[in-house]
């Protein structure tokens, strides 16, 4: 089983940049499909981001669509998730989870495991 754990949240102006984490351990941590989820208060889970196990295919909610990028570091054990020009509808727990498999597509959540406990970001006006 893979545990992946989230850091990186806090609190952080509008126009203002975070760096997120998602680490992953135990049996087979690296080189994993990761998706980054968010829950608002009062709203349904959404996708945000994906990243392919080689890095080379990222996906993106429009939402976030040029202002986020997601990546991985060299050993293919950490994700990042690069946010900037938060603004205040960007407030969330922000959760990773390992992709199963690859359908469905990469924006279901129904298609992860293994979701880490969340990181709270929260941008002021």
């Known amino acids: 089983q893979v545990r992946l754990v989230e850091s990186g949240g806090g609190l952080v102006q509008a126009g203002g940049s975070l760096r997120l984490s998602c680490t992953a351990s135990g049996r087979a941590s690296s080189n994993l499909e990761i998706g980054w989820f968010r829950r608002a208060p009062e709203k349904e889970r959404e996708f945000v981001a994906s990243?392919?196990?080689?890095?080379?295919?990222?996906i993106y909610a429009d939402s976030v669509n040029e202002r986020f990028t997601i990546s991985r570091d060299n050993a293919g054990v950490t994700v990042y998730l690069h946010m900037n020009s938060l603004k205040p509808e960007d407030t969330a727990v922000y959760f990773c989870?390992?992709?199963?498999?690859?359908?469905?597509?990469?924006?279901?959540?129904?298609?992860?495991?293994?979701w880490g406990q969340g990181t709270q970001v929260t941008v002021s006006s």
């Open positions: 990243i392919s196990p080689s890095g080379e295919v990222t």
């Open positions: 989870a390992r992709r199963r498999s690859n359908f469905p597509p990469p924006n279901n959540a129904q298609n992860y495991d293994d």
